[in-house]
């Protein structure tokens, strides 16, 4: 089967490792050609995210930049010249394809990474509602909730629904360097190290993350936090949250690494704030290595998350729910990592979630026949 990935870009994001890891998972059955097109013109920024993309993945960029509207006669002649059997759309890529995608008449199926109603305009909403009811276009959702906001957006007969999956993480060859590092921040062995992975952002809501860790500060808690992710992408959020913080030493701004794996293997919790998500990858990331999560209650969080089991979940967007939900967390005496390891073996896995994903690329192209 020939299978086309479309991304916008290959800028740090939960979707965009998703389809990576998708990618390279279809890749590995030789029967497949898997092709991974990039609209954007890659740029060092990217860089992060092309390296995790295997040999055996067809991967071009269209060299996009601004507004131009020639990419979509690009993709048109892309298409044309593969000729895949079916088109797998992320994020605005289904947009800018849209017009090739009814010109060549193969099979697109989206996935919808966000709510349906913060994933696009209201206008452009309407014209995938036309698309999905008229033409070969297919949405899947990525968890219950973002579900329901297809089918409130779209149609109830948009049931289509399929779990995020990762890689499971694995120490990268800066493990030890990244360890002792974080070794050297403990003032004892009871220091808790917390980590938050995510663009400062206001969507991911950094700014209620560092209020509610400096209130554990506040009581004594012994505890670091890593933040993880671009300052660059809303850098006015950025210095908004750097002067929050009144803990200089203890709250730690990371920006990008490519080493994410080996921060949260020497983490005690990964933490993640947002006003709204979809299926968050590294959630599913955290728990591929037994690492417990403290969340929002927002998306699909609380279709991962059994509160008091694998996480804990705030019941709330406020820094004092936020802070009670940390401090449950710092309450409990020891959680069962192979319980969550467990979970994810056998419902989160990238495998797992190909297999399904490939089954419905056989479906659909059996009815489009």
């Known amino acids: ?9 290959l800028y740090t994001g939960g979707a965009e490792k998703f389809c990576i890891d998708l990618c390279n998972e279809l890749s590995k059955n030789n029967q497949n050609e898997v092709y991974l097109c990039s609209l954007e013109k890659l740029n060092e920024k990217q860089q992060i995210m092309y390296e995790k993309i295997t040999e055996q993945v067809h991967f071009f960029s269209l060299n996009k930049e601004g507004k131009s509207l020639q990419v979509v006669f690009d993709i048109k002649n892309m298409l044309e010249e593969i000729k895949p059997d079916i088109i797998h759309t992320h994020l605005r890529a289904q947009l800018f394809s849209a017009p090739a995608i ?12 966000s709510l349906a109603q913060k994933e696009t305009t209201f206008s452009k909403r309407k014209i995938y509602k036309f698309l999905y009811k008229n033409f070969n276009f297919t949405p899947v959702s990525i968890s219950n909730e973002v579900l329901k906001s297809v089918q409130r957006e779209y149609g109830e007969e948009f049931n289509l629904s399929i779990d995020n999956g990762v890689q499971k993480l694995e120490a990268t060859d800066a493990f030890e360097e990244t360890k002792k590092w974080v070794e050297s921040l403990k003032e004892s062995n009871d220091t808790k190290i917390f980590v938050n992975i995510g663009r400062v952002y206001p969507v991911k809501n950094q700014k209620l993350l560092i209020q509610a ?8 808690v012994d505890a670091h936090l890593l933040m993880i992710g671009s300052r660059k992408i809303v850098p006015e959020y950025a210095r908004e949250c750097e002067q929050l913080v009144r803990y200089k030493d203890k709250v730690h701004f990371l920006d990008e690494k490519s080493n994410v794996a080996d921060y949260l293997l020497c983490a005690d919790a990964f933490c993640l704030s947002s006003n709204y998500e979809g299926m968050p990858m590294t959630i599913l990331e955290s728990m591929s290595i037994g690492l417990p999560t403290v969340a929002t209650p927002v998306g699909g969080i609380p279709d991962i998350i059994q509160d008091g089991i694998n996480g804990f979940i705030a019941d709330d967007l406020s820094v004092e729910s ?43 192209l059996q009815h489009h026949k």
């Open 1 to 9: 089967m020939k299978i086309m990935h479309i991304l916008p870009s």
């Open 102 to 113: 009814l010109s060549t008449k193969i099979p697109n199926i989206h996935t919808v990474h």
């Open 213 to 220: 860790f400096e209130k554990l500060v506040d009581e004594g």
């Open 322 to 364: 936020f802070y009670k939900a940390m401090k449950r967390f710092l309450s409990v005496a020891d959680i069962d990592k192979s319980n969550i390891i467990e979970t994810f073996d056998k419902k989160y896995s990238i495998s797992m979630t190909t297999d399904r994903y490939y089954q419905l690329y056989q479906d659909i």
